[in-house]
């Protein structure tokens, strides 16, 4: 697996799937549409402020709320590199892997890492990097099974290749 590196966008606690895409878009499936959302409940210029690579944190229960596959679709397809939390919603975590979003939890890591440091994950290793501070944190690295659906981009194309 690749790692990803970026500026870091953080938030708070329980940012549920309403706020990472709002319901009132969720008339399209179309990842471009609803990565122009992404956030905007709760951060109005997240799209406009938010740069390809960048990485999410955010605090316990990361995408509670509704099962959606939307709100993994919208963040991966504006072009967010990996989340960081302490803890996920279980729906979100599994629909993470399932669209290829790779996400890791460390509550070291997030406790350590405040908005705009740029950062560096491993998803061999689990290891966090916080380059702006200098400081490393140990994240739980996916099993292998799971690293090759994320680089597949989504449990789909893993099937579809002839994995299964």
């Known amino acids: 697996m690749k790692n990803a590196k970026g500026t870091v966008i953080k938030y708070g606690d329980n940012v549920d799937t309403d706020v990472i895409i709002p319901a009132r878009y969720l008339n399209s499936s179309d990842p471009k549409e609803l990565a122009l959302h992404c956030m905007e409940d709760i951060d109005k210029d997240f799209v406009n402020n938010m740069k390809p690579g960048d990485i999410m944190v955010a605090q316990k229960n990361f995408g509670c709320g509704s099962s959606r596959e939307h709100a993994p679709i919208a963040i991966k397809a504006c072009g967010i590199s990996c989340v960081i ?12 892997i399932n669209i290829g979003l790779p996400i890791i939890e460390c509550p070291e890591a997030v406790a350590g890492i405040d908005a705009g440091d740029e950062v560096e994950v491993d998803f061999d290793s689990g290891i966090i990097t916080n ?18 659906i994320i680089d597949s981009e989504g449990l789909v194309n893993y099937i579809n290749a002839g994995n299964m």
Do not use: L, V
């Open 85 to 96: 939390a302490e803890t996920f919603a279980r729906i979100f975590y599994r629909n993470s």
């Open 131 to 148: 380059i702006t501070k200098n400081t490393s944190y140990k994240g739980q690295p996916f099993p292998a099974f799971m690293q090759k």
